[in-house]
């Protein structure tokens, strides 16, 4: 089946490094892309996605607080969390919002991993 | 690279003062110098081929793991220090203590396949430096932390590094909350901006600084802050202590505050008594309770002739006349917080004498004395008294200056009377109340006639005549008193009366002897007072020559004697000498003005008669009047002075008297005598009328006058009226004098005292 | 005397931008494993200035002094990186990473040292990022302390080699509750910027499987 993917990275070579794994490993899969965290939760509402990629390190909120308010209205989303920044309390966090953490730059096996996972829920 | 290129470096590896090693991609070891081989207590040849942590036999730090990855793959260089590390290297404690080491890694060789290890001892450098820190820590720390001020180190950009405990305590912040935070964090207000500039300056503060900083809570505390600035290894810190000061501070704006207060209502008392100190026209002394003076006003300086504080230091005592010296000597022991009133003479700047009405008090330790000036009052009476005592050093007791005495006393209380009236008066239309006012307009008028009436009493006593001398019935007079009597003695006194028959008439004036009976019988009430009995004598009895010289000027003749007599307390001898006296009387304040028996006296003596007082203390007092005798419409038996019917034609005479009663009794006489007065009260009043051409006759003239005196005048007139006569009155002790110097044709004088009686035959005999 | 700018087009700042990124976020999981505590990185702002505009931005942004760590690069890449912090927060920061039971005469002793390696984690972190990244090798030196101000800190060195290029980020670190900005600024000539930009291509294109963009 054919889920919708919401990427969610400021940065526009993050977003198409993540669609290319995308392309990759899930060819037939759509995709939204959104560039802060604002657009990401209007894009939630006026069509939900099915998975949600977000990069961690952007400006105003990061992607850990986006990743609750999109767990909030959609309990049940699949997110993953990238990020170069493994520190500890950025996993914890990930771990608690029921999310997965990929470090950046993007490994292709872990993206596959996380994709295998959100396409049995 | 041949052996001896190649030594040289090989030697310098193991040559040099710190460890090295090579290791490759897997951190195996490559070369291991001897420095390292001594470090780690593992030689090269253990350690060759082995990863690092196999040659060390312990896990290394993820770091140092890092970093050798970093090197070998990326070319990445980097510095580990123990700063960070407490331990990157299991190196063993060398001398019982840990080497401490820093260590840094470079790739090395092709990139991506080795790098350098280098392991730097810095046990002692850094031991040292620690120790030395330590030490200074600890000297510091044990100074700083102890200190019960609060010490504050900020950087040169003004954030705070460190802060102590007493610090942490004042302002209630634990040291984390505020370390890298501006200064004004932890003070809570920004005001040492400038002072810290100041001092980062290299300037040392001058003064401590005071600020106002806040606890935590919101608390005020006041501050006092020194500062001072310290380098160490390139950075610049100033390190201040800020001391609270804030009980100190309330402390002093209260005191202030209250300082301000009391001193602004010292200032106030303090102004106004200043003011009355110095513009006072009363003396003020202060002096301590012994006497010595400690400060006088300006208004006893000038008085007593002192400048400014000459009399400081000296005793109040000796500012007393000598005489009065006891009396001040009394009055200062019973002084006390009440004020004390007493009148005593101080000798004045220019040597004479000044009555002072002093009031003074004891406070503390020191008394305080105002005194008023009462000289003038005082000479007045004194001159009063005098005047009295001159005329009454004449043999004849001069009637007119007793009854003066009396009618003034009169007087006064009739003017006290109309000046009552109209200030009540002045008030009311003052307020605007006018109703009621003819009461006290009615009073005032009524007052103002009796003391018209007074005068025209005086007047007529004057002239020397009876005001109604009438021939009267002793007897019957005082039989009709009866009653009078009675009542007026009250029922503690019997009154008697014994009452010769035959004595005859008495020329006398029958309202003035009734009066004179009554207050006679009044005396001899209060002299028994637990009561007593009251005899009221009549006889007749002739007094001769001899006797009549004893009787103060009496003629000699035939009297009707009146006497009253009780069994009081009588009289001493020297009392007895002075009961005429006017003003004197031995009855307490407010019982008797003193002016009774000087009165019926006068009475007497103008009658022609006579008063005599007899007593004997313990036995009572008897007096007696004596009245000529007289028969029924028959004129009075007068002495030699008669009063011829007057002869003037119509002269006129000048009379230039400053005492105006005095003059007023010359001018009467004149009229009496029937010539016209003018009257004079100094040379400049007589002068304009002595030049004029008005027709004079005599001038009356005081030699004494103000101004120019009596001979001058005398020169002047008769410059200009060379006949006018002149009669000049001089003093006894002028007499002679006069009489030589100036005395000339045309020119006569009479002594004061004199009686009007001489006056006026002086006066006919000039004018004749 | 002008230089001709190497312009990069708005994706290649991007990927520079996301490349410094990573490296970043990389040095503070490197410094939250020294120090202990969360580290927690804004993210970089990156301009590309001359090294003129570069002085000018920094003197506008810190009028005070500056402490700096730099170091040197080679290879494929050539330039010299710095981070910069206002020297006034250098001991705020050496504070942060030391720990807080120093004293403080020990800190300021152990200041430089601690500067340095905190520096080094971070430009590593970064240099190296981009350096694997762009799958080439530089050679990095050991750290140095330099003190200046938006003026002269980036006078170091011989000027002329490194050029009059400079790519400008603007970094925030959260460590213990304590702001501290820092600035990281990589100094490159021309020719290094040239291969920069081959580099970000070749990136970019594998990245994002796009062919290259305009």
């Known amino acids: 089946m054919t889920k919708r993917v919401l990427i969610v990275d400021d940065s526009r070579l993050a977003r198409m490094a993540v669609i290319k794994g995308l392309g990759q490993l899930r060819p037939g899969w759509t995709y939204v892309e959104a560039a802060n965290p604002d657009e990401a939760v209007a894009s939630m509402r006026a069509s939900a996605a099915d998975v949600a990629v977000i990069d961690f390190n952007m400006p105003v909120r990061d992607g850990l607080a986006l990743a609750g308010e999109l767990r909030e209205l959609h309990p049940d989303l699949p997110i993953a969390l990238l990020s170069a920044n493994a520190q500890e309390e950025i996993l914890n966090r990930t771990a608690q919002l029921g999310a997965t953490f990929l470090t950046k730059p993007l490994n292709t096996a872990a993206f596959g991993a996380f994709l295998d996972t959100a396409t049995q829920q | ?188 207000v920004d005001g040492l901006g400038q002072t810290l500039r100041t001092v980062l300056q290299g300037a040392a503060l001058a003064r401590p600084v005071e600020i106002i900083g806040q606890h935590k809570d919101g608390r005020r505390i006041d501050l006092e802050v020194s500062a001072s600035r310290w380098a160490s290894h390139d950075r610049v810190f100033v390190t201040a202590i800020l001391r609270d000061i804030t009980a100190r501070k309330l402390a002093d704006r209260t005191l202030r505050r209250l300082n301000e207060t009391l001193e602004n209502i010292a200032a106030e008392r303090t102004a106004d008594r200043d003011r009355m100190w110095l513009l006072s026209s009363d003396l003020m002394i202060v002096a301590r309770r012994d006497g010595v003076i400690t400060a006088t006003n300006p208004a006893a300086n000038l008085l007593l002739g002192a400048t400014d ?78 005047a009295e005592e001159a005329l009454r050093q004449s043999q004849k007791m001069d009637a007119i200056g007793q009854l003066t005495g009396g009618i003034a006393h009169d007087f006064n209380n009739l003017l006290a009377g109309v000046i009552g009236a109209m200030e009540i008066v002045k008030r009311r239309l003052h307020t605007g109340r006018t109703e009621d ?134 009289m001493p001898a020297e009392v007895m000498a002075k009961a005429f006296d006017p003003f004197f009387t031995t009855k307490p304040i407010g019982k008797g003005t003193g002016l009774g028996l000087s009165m019926i006296y006068g009475f007497a003596k103008q009658s022609k008669g006579h008063a005599r007082i007899e007593s004997e203390v313990g036995r009572g007092t008897t007096v007696t009047l004596y009245l000529p005798r007289t028969q029924a419409g028959a004129q009075p038996i007068a002495g030699e002075a008669v009063l011829q019917a007057p002869s003037g034609k119509g002269e006129t005479v000048l009379v230039i008297e400053d005492d105006a009663s005095v003059r007023m009794l010359i001018t009467e006489v004149l009229h009496e005598l029937g010539y016209a007065a003018i009257e004079a009260a100094d040379s400049r009043g007589a002068l304009p009328i002595l030049t004029s051409d008005a027709r004079l006759d005599l001038v009356i003239s005081d030699v004494g ?40 044709e045309g020119m006569d004088m009479i002594t004061k005292p004199f009686s009007l009686d001489t006056l006026g035959h002086k006066v006919r005999e000039m004018l004749a | 005397m002008t230089q001709a700018r190497v312009p990069l087009s708005e994706l290649e700042i991007d990927a520079l931008t996301e490349l410094l990124n990573i490296g970043v976020s990389k040095a503070a999981t490197s410094l939250r494993d020294l120090i202990g505590t969360h580290v927690a990185l804004s993210v970089p702002h990156l301009a590309l200035l001359s090294r003129e505009e570069a002085a000018k931005t920094m003197t506008e942004r810190e009028a005070n002094a500056l402490v700096g760590v730099h170091q040197s690069f080679e290879g494929d890449l050539q330039g010299r990186a710095l981070l910069i912090f206002p020297e006034a927060k250098s001991l705020e920061l050496v504070r942060a990473v030391a720990g807080g039971d120093l004293s403080l005469e020990d800190i300021i002793a152990l200041e430089h040292e601690a500067l340095a390696e905190t520096g080094n984690i971070i430009l590593n972190n970064c240099l190296a990022t981009m350096a694997n990244l762009l799958k080439r090798r530089v050679k990095i030196s050991l750290p140095k302390i330099v003190h200046g101000t938006g003026e002269t800190i980036f006078n170091i060195g011989d000027t002329s080699e490194e050029g009059d290029s400079a790519l400008f980020l603007y970094i925030d670190f959260l460590i213990r509750d304590r702001d501290i900005r820092g600035y990281i600024t990589m100094l490159m000539d021309m020719p290094a910027l040239f291969a920069l930009r081959e580099l970000l291509r070749e990136f970019i294109e594998r990245t994002s499987g796009e062919t290259r963009a305009e």
């Open chain 2, 1 to 188: 690279m041949s052996d001896e290129n190649v030594k040289w470096p090989v030697l310098g590896f193991d040559a040099v003062d710190a460890g090295l090693a090579v290791l490759d991609r897997e951190t195996r070891v490559r070369a291991w110098n001897s420095c390292l081989a001594s470090l780690t207590g593992i030689s090269a040849e253990l350690a060759m081929g082995k990863t690092l942590e196999q040659t060390l036999g312990a896990e290394i730090s993820p770091r140092l793991l890092t970093s050798l990855r970093q090197a070998t793959e990326l070319g990445a260089s980097s510095t580990l220090s123990h700063a960070l590390h407490p331990s990157l290297l299991p190196l063993p404690d060398r001398l019982g203590r840990p080497v401490l080491h820093n260590v840094t890694v470079t790739p090395i060789g092709e990139l991506g396949s080795y790098c350098l290890l280098h392991v730097a001892d810095i046990t002692s450098i850094a031991l040292r430096e620690k120790v030395l820190r330590e030490r200074q820590n600890a000297r510091y720390d044990a100074v700083v932390d102890s200190a019960p001020d609060a010490i504050v180190t900020v950087d040169a950009g003004g954030a705070i590094q460190w802060i102590n405990k007493a610090a942490e305590s004042s302002f209630g912040y634990a040291s984390a909350e505020v370390v890298g935070r501006p200064l004004a964090a932890l003070l809570g």
């Open chain 2, 309 to 386: 504080d000459r009399l400081v230091g000296s005793n109040i005592r000796d500012l007393f006349m000598e005489d009065d010296r006891p009396g001040w000597d009394a009055a200062q022991e019973k002084l006390t917080s009440a004020s004390l009133r007493f009148e005593l003479r101080v000798t004045a700047s220019d040597g004479k004498l000044r009555w002072i009405d002093w009031n003074a008090v004891a406070a503390d330790e020191f008394l305080q004395a105002v005194g008023r000036d009462i000289t003038s009052e005082k000479e007045a009476e004194f001159a009063l008294r005098s």
């Open chain 2, 437 to 570: 006012l003819t009461r006290f307009t009615d009073a005032a008028i009524g007052s103002a006639n009796r003391a018209a009436a007074l005068t025209h009493r005086l007047l007529a006593f004057a002239r020397q005549q009876p005001l109604n001398p009438q021939p009267h019935d002793i007897n019957e007079l005082i039989v009709g008193m009866d009653e009078l009597l009675r009542r007026s003695v009250g029922e503690q006194v019997k009154v008697r009366t014994f009452l010769s028959p035959s004595i005859g008439l008495a020329a006398t004036d029958g309202n003035q002897l009734e009066n004179a009976i009554l207050n006679l019988v009044i005396n001899a009430r209060d002299a028994m007072a637990d009561g007593g009995t009251i005899d009221i004598i009549t006889t007749s009895t002739k007094v001769n020559l001899r006797q009549a010289v004893s009787m103060d000027g009496v003629a000699p003749g035939e009297y009707v004697c009146v006497s009253v007599k009780d069994t009081g307390t009588g």
């Open chain 2, 705 to 744: 006058l103000p101004g120019m005196d009596g001979k001058k005048l005398a020169e002047i007139a008769r410059q200009h009226r060379p006949t006018l006569r002149i009669l000049f009155v001089t003093g006894y002790a002028e007499h002679a004098k006069v009489r030589d110097e100036f005395l000339s």
